[in-house]
T-cell receptor
Framework: GDSVTQMEGPVTLSEEAFLTINCTYT??????LFWYVQYPGEGLQLLLK?????DKGSNKGFEATYRKETTSFHLEKGSVQVSDSAVYFC???????????FGKGNQVVVIP | DVKVTQSSRYLVKRTGEKVFLECVQD?????MFWYRQDPGLGLRLIYF???????EKGDIPEGYSVSREKKERFSLILESASTNQTSMYLC????????????FGPGTRLTVL
């Protein structure tokens, strides 16, 4: 079945550092891809999305590009802030299917 | 502002108890979902519903049931709670065929003793 793989382990970095979180997917067809963020004590909220190959999703300084050739959707931010500390989930959805398949999530901790 | 609310933020129950987790959305969404979130496992879909009185099993339905009597409300039921059901439970709703409209509630952290 369709699945999403995120890099292992939490990510700890200093304020203003560059952030990358890797996400690769396995799917038949052409899924839509998403990044969700979960701030402490809250539910998940959509951060950005891309619906076709080479699309770039962006929001709040975060970006991710849908790469069909490498089946990837890596999340990047050029200069992180303490307020970006959260858990980040990569997800995919196939057309006509209302379900989302989530990766395991990555805890990001930004130190002042 | 769109809202998905869950009846409790924290819940402590004993093994064998029947547990009800309630979720209400005010966006007139047809689809509603129940997930559990565990460290190292991410989110796993328990059940979802695409209309009133309709339900479908997700990836881990064992030990759970659901009820959708009204469009805005989706209940998750643990018939006989067990310690391995200690987890964070997240409810979500979305429009049909619009997974990018999936909105989540704040979660219920359930502890089964």
């Amino acid at each position: 079945g369709d699945s999403v793989t995120q890099m292992e382990g939490p990510v700890t970095l200093s304020e203003e550092a560059f952030l990358t979180i890797n996400c690769t997917y396995t799917a038949t067809g052409y899924p839509s891809l998403f990044w969700y963020v979960q701030y402490p004590g809250e539910g998940l909220q959509l951060l950005l999305k891309a619906t076709k190959a080479d699309d770039k999703g962006s929001n709040k300084g975060f970006e991710a590009t849908y790469r069909k050739e490498t089946t990837s959707f890596h999340l990047e931010k050029g200069s992180v802030q303490v307020s970006d500390s959260a858990v980040y989930f990569c997800a995919l959805s196939q057309g006509g299917n209302n379900r989302l398949a989530f990766g395991k999530g990555n805890q990001v901790v930004v130190i002042p | 502002d769109v809202k998905v609310t869950q009846s409790s933020r924290y819940l402590v129950k004993r093994t064998g108890e029947k547990v009800f987790l309630e979720c209400v959305q005010d966006m007139d969404h047809e689809n509603m979902f129940w997930y559990r979130q565990d460290p190292g496992l991410g989110l796993r879909l328990i059940y979802f519903s695409y209309d009133v009185k309709m339900k479908e099993k997700g990836d881990i339905p064992e030990g759970y049931s659901v009820s959708r009597e009204k469009k805005e409300r989706f209940s998750l039921i643990l018939e006989s709670a067990s310690t391995n059901q200690t987890s964070m439970y997240l409810c979500a709703s979305s429009l049909p065929d619009r997974p990018d409209t999936q909105y989540f509630g704040p979660g219920t952290r359930l502890t089964v003793l």
